[in-house]
């Protein structure tokens, strides 16, 4: 179980400039297509082998002042508009494919609507906004990152109150780059709270933060105390360290990123027999980046290694699985296409009053929706921009599950033994491997008008966790990622 908490930290402190305005918007396309594999021992697939998603998002930034900024955002369009469905495991997720809801104006959200002022010696936040924090393992606002596979667009959005401040300005040197922000508020939206759909999720959020030029370091200390619509609660608090170096494109030297974030707290969305009151938590994530930036065209060669806990005794009355942000992406196909759809299966499968009779609270849980869970992985990439406007990436992952590989329903069938969703009992715990390469081309129009499109290809290779009883396992799996925007 992951919980975006969330930490909104300004840029600067001071904004220099008179009355201006600033226009900008995204109307972009995405499309997908995905050979089919089994979800169950069954055979059984989702049928999600091709759609096509849009989303149009047009906002406004308003500098009245060079201490008064506003900016509102609404997201007109969001979701798909043709293609297949997908309704395994449905009423325990939030991205099951049901309906087409690409051009439905009901649909439409406020993103954004805040203002900034900036006071003597702090800058007040206030409002509707997105948040981002680190490498955005926990916190993430959904826009596309750099040497990252997939298009990530959901995004983590809270309403809250911000005060930063440079404690130390008065001096000289690296002490007047420390900044301090304070914040309370209430998420509006993340991968686990939704205000529209009744979750009231209350945080506060301290963070400190040295920011110089190519250099980051701070932490941010977050709490959380949460009611959802459903009746259960989720109490949890998160400390996450990130420090960064990179000098930045243009320029040559190493780029090392570092991000780590611990889970602890309570919640009563998971109920066993033995823990009726609800269960503790207590998970652990980190992400480590490494390479070398080079002035010549910008080439990046880098490796990535990421670890999230899994829980290996889902009945011990603490929860130990740790989740990444769902926009935090890493590959094309193991996490965003085959743990999302054999975890959506888990979910529907441990529901099935056929098979278990009553479905115990936490099966909602089950459900990854795409996000890295319980994993070790290992992620090089090599990019490049042989010319302005064009962007080459290719990469390789490699998998472990961080516990035993199971699936839930399986493995309560078996008496509790680990077992895969194929029925084999203590398989192994390696995930697979997966080549991709995507390709991106950025042209500008006219001023900030811009089209965009991009294609990206990923080949998957199960690995032995994914072994059937007879020492079978499926062969590669293969999708194609394609994207064509216009933005400004």
Known sequence: MAVGLLCCLPSSIVYAGGYDYDLYGEWRYIFSHTQDFPLN????ASGLNLYIDQRLDIGTRQYVTDDLEFTAELEIFYGQVTGDLDHVGAEFRTDARETLRGWDFKKFDLRQLWLRYDAPWFQIRAGQMYSYWGMGMLANDGRPTPRRFGFPDQGDVSDRLVLATRPFSMFDGWPSKIILA????????????????????????????????????????????????????????????????????????????LEMAYLTGNTSRVIHADHINGVDISAF?????AGWRFDFHDFLPAVEVGYASGDPDPHDGTVTSFSFDPDFNVGLILFDTVLRGISAMSAQESADPDRIGEPLPGTDMLATNGRINGTVYINPTISIKPLEQLTILTGFLYAWSSTPFAQSYQTFKNGGVATNPYGLTNPGRELGMEFDLG????????????ITAGFQAGWFFPGSAFNRPDGSRHGMITRLLGMAAVYW
């Open 182 to 257: 304070v914040a309370s508020g209430v998420v509006y939206l993340d991968e686990n709270c939704s205000l529209r759909d009744g979750d009231i999720g209350v945080e506060a959020i301290g963070s400190l933060v040295y920011r110089d030029d190519g250099i980051d370091i701070g932490i941010y200390v977050a709490g959380r105390i949460q009611d959802d619509e459903a009746g259960s609660e989720l109490n949890v608090a998160a400390i996450d360290f990130f420090a960064k170096i990179d000098a930045g494109q243009g320029y040559s030297g190493p780029m090392i990123a």
């Open 439 to 450: 390709i991106n081309w950025d042209q500008e129009i006219w001023g900030n008008l811009h």
């Open 41 to 44: 021992s069954t055979d059984q």
């Open 285 to 289: 994530g980190a992400v480590l980046q």
